[in-house]
């Protein structure tokens, strides 16, 4: 299989890679893969996130078709956010990355004392 990626579609990816590595997408995307939850629900989750951003992030998300966006028709208006089907299938590989990284912090963590103290460059 040709792996040779065109340079449009390299900036594609890019783009959309940035917004899903995100600090706060993915804390979204683990939230909402345990179920379905209203905005105030997913802002005390997700510890730290201002109401703009948050706001910003599901909007963001909503759009390329990860989260789905609930209204319903109650006085006043409830909200519930959700992941796709795609948001679902996303959250397997972000679940991955986490356990890389817990399984490399030590060796990260040594790399990094190891560069400031100065051993690893010069």
Same mark, same amino acid.
């Given at each position: 299989m040709d792996e040779t990626v065109s340079a449009p579609e390299c900036r594609l990816v890019t783009g959309l890679l940035s917004r899903i590595g995100d600090k706060? @997408?993915?804390q979204i995307v683990m939230e909402l893969r345990q179920r379905t939850m209203r905005f105030? +629900? %997913?802002k005390r989750a997700v510890g730290g996130i201002s109401q703009q951003m948050l706001t910003r992030t599901l909007k963001a998300l909503e759009? %390329?078709?990860l989260v789905r966006r609930t209204v319903h028709p109650t006085v006043p208006p409830q909200v519930e956010y959700a992941l796709t089907p795609l948001g679902h299938s996303l959250s397997g590989p972000?679940? +991955?990355l986490g356990s890389w990284a817990r #399984?490399?912090?030590? #060796?990260i963590e040594?790399?990094?004392a190891d560069y400031d103290?100065? @051993?690893m460059h010069g």
């Open positions: 706060w @997408t993915v105030n +629900e %997913v759009r %390329v078709g972000v679940m +991955e #399984a490399n912090l030590p #060796a040594r790399s990094r103290r100065g @051993t």
